[in-house]
């Protein structure tokens, strides 16, 4: 048989490559300009090898009962990792992904094909213009995975952005953010405030070096105007390879501290990570 090859191409944000997992027989790694963007096993979708994949899974697993359908909206797709967990591990949902780079998702699309009865739309666009356009209150989780190259767009970390999040959930539908920083956390504690002034409910899933300001890192942003499944997310956390903890209360508002929520005129990306943080060879 035929061994996969790697596949490189041209794309609306930089350079694409498929990277075939030597040790998984059908299994790819996305990079875009050297920087990972996902992991894809078509053979197994619920394997997941990102840690920050496993930590919105958690949260798509704690969002109802196990295996009820759910109605999803992603922004940012990549591989579409995300979408085909919840298609595997809940048949029968619906799901919506938006992407603003519609030749990465050709290429998604030509060389990682979902199956024909995922339930999973996908189409290019801008995430912003996606949520103006989503119906208020029709889904149950919403998340968001989009960065432009390493960073997450300005317009995505604003108070109108998240009012405009929580209008398309369901009133207890909830909102996950992969989102990216190091101490002293200027980003990370804007984005908490923020999210602060419009659910009642937030917590934050990282890993302890991370939340202790020992290096960058990804963390998990959820947000719900209903109370979260915080002890269940804190279990299914602990019990990954690398454990991550769940802040919330009390540690969270420490976290905060003085900053305030971003508006329009002052938002910024997130920061650019360090010389090798994220990247491939």
Known sequence: MDEPVPVTRAVDQGTARLLPDVDRRRAWLLTVDGAPQSYVDLDDPAHLEFEYA???AHVLDCAADPGA???????????LTLPRYLAATR???????????????ELVAEHLPLPEDSGVTVCAGDARAALRDQRPGSVDVLIADVFGGSRVPAHLTTLSYARAA??????????????????????L?????TFAAVFDHLCLIAEP????????GNTVLVASRAELPLARLARLAAGDPFPARVAHGGELERLVGDARPVQEADAV???????????VG
Do not use: C, K, M, W
């Not at 359908?69 to 591989?79: E, N, T, Y």
């Not at 504690?189 to 405030?193: G, H, P």
């Open 269 to 279: 990306p997130s920061p650019e990570p360090p010389d090798g943080a994220f990247t």
């Open 69 to 79: 359908p759910l109605d999803a909206l992603h922004l940012g797709g990549g591989a």
């Open 91 to 105: 048949p029968g949902s619906r799901q919506r992904v938006v992407d603003a780079d519609r030749a990465l998702l």
């Open 166 to 187: 929580a209008e398309a959930l369901r009133p207890g539908g909830i909102y996950a953010a992969n989102l990216a920083d190091a101490a002293p956390f200027g980003f």
């Open 54 to 56: 496993r930590r919105i």
């Open 209 to 216: 070096a991370v939340l202790r300001g020992r290096r960058f």
């Open 189 to 193: 504690r804007s984005q908490l405030a």
